[in-house]
């Protein structure tokens, strides 16, 4: 690409002139239409113009940085793309007032850094972008924002905050016709389900998404639909359904000048899914990944090299190549040991690099190592386990599975430490030393992997146990068991505690007249509130359908009441953009323990409902207690 550049700023002076300034808004329209299709072309069309990027005006040195950084990005050139934003941004100091522009640039030059690794570069241009699109009241680019900041929460393990933000972009999504929009915050909540592993949602989102992108014409964007649908197969085992949908990209790809990093996911996917499948096939696997590496060498993208030596590693262990295995191993740990910040799915790459060196250096017959190495895995998975979010986006009845899960860790640990009992007999008894620290060392390694296995069940039980999937607060089990912990804390220190239950004034009709979706509007827009208004160490949760309950520890009845009328009257006071819902209130029940008071959470709570039936009794709109 670089020669291209230079070919063009040596032309002679007289011929760069032949292309005539006045024809660039259309020339730059004709690019837009062309990145989506034919990059290359798009780049030739637009470089023509470098030798006389000074003769144009402001606005069009603009859009000129703008696509081509647009382009450097789309082509994974990432270095290139940022410096281009850069020169754009630097053009832009000379505007009288702000530019969409600017938000655009921003928002690419974010792209690159977080491509290159660099998160909280991208966050601060994603935040700045963000509040230029909002003081020109641009929606579209506001949901851009949003869908941005997203994705960076999302890598830093902030899934909360994510689902929020994303939620936010997908309802001005909603109110337009941009099918682009649509697709992506469709596509950054696939992903963000994905983390999450909720599978079902993440694959309903990819398909919305793929839906979108193709009206909106937009065909790079369709494919890289088309492949997060393919990795949704792949990890959930579907291998012949990811394989068929890897062969439909490799041939709508062929309409397109597909970018390096599609190619590239798409052979290695490949790879994996003949590595993975009941009938595995690694020969053919390898030969998938050394398709894809011809494709490696066009991206910067970080997490891109780091997943190429991790598959290759895995592979290569396949093929029974442990020398080139622990090479592979080497090159990506010391990548991933290049990042200031790793999120959960990076600990857990390294994780399992760990543990696939234990099982390299195993059939090398170091089996010293590869116990100790094996045994620091068990303790790496046991503190992350302790460390894990339990957030969650969609509510279940898991207390049972949970339990029967947390019995059978327990034995399988047990039985572990029985093994690790075994292997230091055996150590003492110096003349069957080699016979009992083979077998102990293969007991170990199976018990392991048993472990691993049941240690991943038991995280996917607890992301999906704590937070409300439609507005994003905690739900009714959480609520429970955190108040609980904290209504005990209050009855040691002799504080007092206050319980609200909060009920939505004739929910059934909001429902009924304006649609379940509008239902599901006012119930977010009364989560919101109800978040910011509170204390940090206040806990405020849907309890169930249209009843949702605050926990307020240090908070006498007469203070609780207060609480519970300021919220009353903010909720009141809440436009809605749905002409036909003038107005929604809420009845509020209090109840509390006075300070030197013992109590339990369930009276409390039975409590504040009765009081609540009282202050519906009276007329709604109101607090009791």
Not at 330 to 357: C, P, T, W
Request: proline residues 1%; hydrophobic residues 40%; charged residues 20%.
């Amino acid at each position: 690409m670089t020669g291209l550049i230079v070919i063009v700023l040596n032309l002679p002076f007289a011929f760069a002139k032949q292309v005539n300034i006045e024809h660039f808004n259309t020339d730059a329209s004709r690019v837009e239409q062309l990145i989506d299709t034919n990059l290359t072309l798009a780049l030739k069309r637009l470089i023509v113009y470098q030798p006389l990027v000074s003769e144009l005006s402001i606005k069009q040195q603009l859009l000129y940085y703008k696509l081509l950084a647009e382009i450097y990005v789309e082509q994974g050139q990432y270095t290139q793309g940022k410096t281009t934003a850069n020169q754009g941004l630097n053009i832009a100091k000379q505007l009288a007032s702000p530019s969409i522009k600017i938000t655009e640039l921003l928002y690419i030059r974010g792209f690159a850094f977080e491509s290159l690794g660099h998160i909280p570069d991208a966050r601060e241009d994603y935040k700045k972008g963000l509040e230029v699109a909002e003081s020109l009241h641009n929606k579209v680019f506001i949901a851009y924002g949003l869908i941005n900041l997203g994705a960076i929460y999302y890598l830093s393990d902030d899934y909360e905050r994510s689902l929020v933000v994303l939620n936010d972009a997908f309802n001005i999504a909603e109110q337009t016709s941009d099918e682009e929009l649509k697709g992506s915050v469709n596509s950054e909540l696939g992903i963000l389900y994905s983390y999450l592993q909720q599978d079902k949602q993440s694959m309903a989102y990819y398909q919305q998404a793929y839906a979108h992108f193709k009206k909106a014409g937009k065909l790079h964007a369709a494919l890289n639909s088309l492949h997060n649908i393919a990795i949704n197969h792949n990890s959930n085992e579907r291998y012949a359904q990811a394989i068929a949908v890897f062969k439909t990209i490799i041939a709508e790809s062929k309409n397109t000048s597909s970018d390096s990093e599609i190619l590239y996911g798409v052979y290695s996917g490949m790879a994996w899914a003949h590595l993975e499948q009941e009938e595995s096939n690694p020969e053919a696997a390898y030969q998938y990944l050394m398709q894809a590496k011809q494709f490696i060498d066009f991206t910067e993208q970080h997490s891109v090299l780091v997943q190429f030596y991790i598959n290759q590693a895995f592979i290569l262990f396949e093929l029974k190549q442990y020398d080139k295995t622990l090479v592979s191993i080497d090159k990506a740990e010391a990548m991933l040991a290049e990042q200031s910040q790793l999120s959960s799915l990076q600990k857990h790459s390294i994780i399992s690099l760990h543990n696939l060196r234990a099982n390299t250096l195993f059939e090398q017959q170091q089996f010293e190592q590869a116990y100790q190495l094996k045994t620091q895995v068990l303790l790496d998975i046991a503190a992350m386990d302790d460390k894990e979010d339990t957030r969650s986006v969609e509510q279940v009845r898991l207390h049972l599975e949970s339990e029967q899960a947390d019995a059978r860790n327990k034995a399988l640990q047990d039985q572990n430490l029985l093994h690790e009992a075994a292997l230091t007999q055996a150590k003492i008894a110096n003349e069957e030393e080699n016979i009992y620290l083979l077998l102990s060392a293969l007991a170990a390694l199976a018990f392991a992997w048993l472990l691993v296995k049941l240690l991943q069940g038991k995280k996917k039980l607890k992301i999906a146990s704590s937070v409300d999937p439609l507005t994003g607060v905690v739900n009714r089990r959480s609520l429970i068991h955190q108040g609980n912990k904290s209504l005990a804390l209050a009855c040691q220190k002799e504080f007092a505690y206050s319980v609200l239950m909060i009920d939505i004034d004739h929910f059934k009709q909001i429902n009924d007249n304006l649609g379940h979706r509008q239902g599901d509007s006012v119930l977010v827009e009364i989560s919101k509130l109800g978040q910011i208004m509170m204390r940090k160490t206040d806990i405020f949760g849907r309890y169930g359908g249209e009843e949702f309950i605050v926990l307020l520890p240090k908070t006498s009845l007469a203070q609780a009441k207060i609480i519970a009328e300021r919220l009353r009257v903010a909720i009141a006071e809440i436009t809605w953009p749905m002409t036909s819902l003038e107005k929604v209130t809420v009845s509020i029940g209090v109840a509390s323990k006075q300070a030197h008071e013992k109590g339990d959470l369930l009276s409390l709570i039975n409590t504040a409902d009765e009081r609540l039936y009282q202050a519906k009794a009276q007329g709604r709109d109101r607090v009791c207690g």
